[in-house]
């Protein structure tokens, strides 16, 4: 038994800064402009680079990414929209933040991501929904060929909500495609909190290949303003003169914000590639494992950036929660990702979704846990890691 009291602490996810980060704020605190200025821009320009999209609009978070998406397309309280339940909370608030009806596709087990077939049956046995947002899981692409094929036989837009997944990539018909590219997609959603692969802090970005989207997705994250209409007759203004045509919020990103991002995005291959190597670590020491369920690796290898590792106890939800606790007496901290989210008081009662309502997800929840993984753990930290868990596996 290790010493607890000399091991590190392993949180699950945690970001990693270096000088040239500090730097790239500390000199953003010396200009002219703290908010709405120059590196926003060039923020936004660099997600477009990894990505390919044509427009990236920075905002203040992953939740605000994903009301921002559902706004600019006019979800509203005549709309229904789906997601997966294997997500957090913000896929399915930012329906209903629109006012719209939020419901739900069970998950894929071989991928833990929306079952495509789920929701073609869904759209002949149920209803079409406006907007379909599948979640990119843990890194891992959703089925997005698939279900953008759906979106043109049913006619439902779609928001792929890639928080987990940026430097990820999937392929089509022979073509690799970047989670984000809007290849498949109306929209696409980051999160750079501080356990995503690139962090700002806090901060998110909504991705688009659609100029008016585009349009829209900027005046709805600054209150709601725009340039003047040039009507005829009407008045002429200043160069400070506004309009505010319909609601907004203030979801802007910091320019201090975004010299973060930046920086942390130059390092984006880097921090990618030490996550695939954690994971094949993982994959090597786990695969013979009588007890535990991986994500198979041809899965994990095709070019996805891990955000997450996590395993399946055979034993179900009593071994997870023995190994659980085993692990933080040990300051090796794991998480559960994720609770079904219409488990959620707030889902169960305002619609009485039930339990065994998607199956697989349940299933999924009840015997998942995700290990510590960062660009920062050394080799040695994941040969504890390993270690201790399959210590208290066997030794339950």
Partial sequence: MPDTEKSSIL????????????????????????????????????????????????????????????????????????????????????????????????????????????????????????????????????????????????????????????????????????????????????????????????????????????????????????PPCKTPGSMEHGAWYYEMHGLGYNYRLTDIQAALGLSQLEKLLEFCARRRQIVAMYHKAFAGSKELLILPHEHLATRACPHLYPIQFKGGAQIRQQVYEALKKENIFTQVHYIPIYWQPYYAEKYRYARGKCPAAETYYSRCLSLPLFPAMSDSDVGRVVDRVLCHVKGR
């Fill in 11 to 226: 949180p699950y996810g945690r970001q990693l800064i270096d000088q040239t980060d500090r730097d790239a704020v500390a000199d953003v605190l010396g200009d002219p402009f703290l908010t709405t200025g120059p590196k926003i821009a060039e923020f936004e320009a660099g997600l477009c680079r990894v990505t390919g999209a044509r427009h990236a609009v920075a905002c203040a978070n992953g939740t605000a990414a994903l009301h921002l998406a559902c706004m600019a397309l006019g979800i509203s309280n005549r709309d229904l929209g789906v997601t997966s339940p294997n997500s957090f909370l913000a896929s399915a608030n930012c329906v209903e933040f629109c006012g719209a009806t939020a419901d739900f596709i069970d998950i894929d087990p071989a991928t833990l991501c929306m079952s495509p077939e789920k929701l073609d049956a869904y759209c002949r046995d149920v209803a079409v929904p406006r907007v379909v947002i599948p979640v990119s899981f843990a890194g891992l692409a959703a089925d997005l060929p698939a279900i953008k094929a759906l979106s043109e036989t049913y006619g439902f837009a779609v928001i792929e909500d890639a928080a987990h997944a940026l430097g990820s990539e999937y392929r089509s018909n022979g073509t690799s495609y970047a989670c984000g590219s809007c290849s498949h997609s109306d929209l696409a959603i980051f999160s750079f909190h501080p356990v995503k692969t690139v962090t700002s802090g806090e901060g998110g970005a909504v991705m688009t290949n659609d100029d008016v989207l585009a349009g829209h997705l900027r005046c709805l994250r600054n209150h709601g303003m725009a």
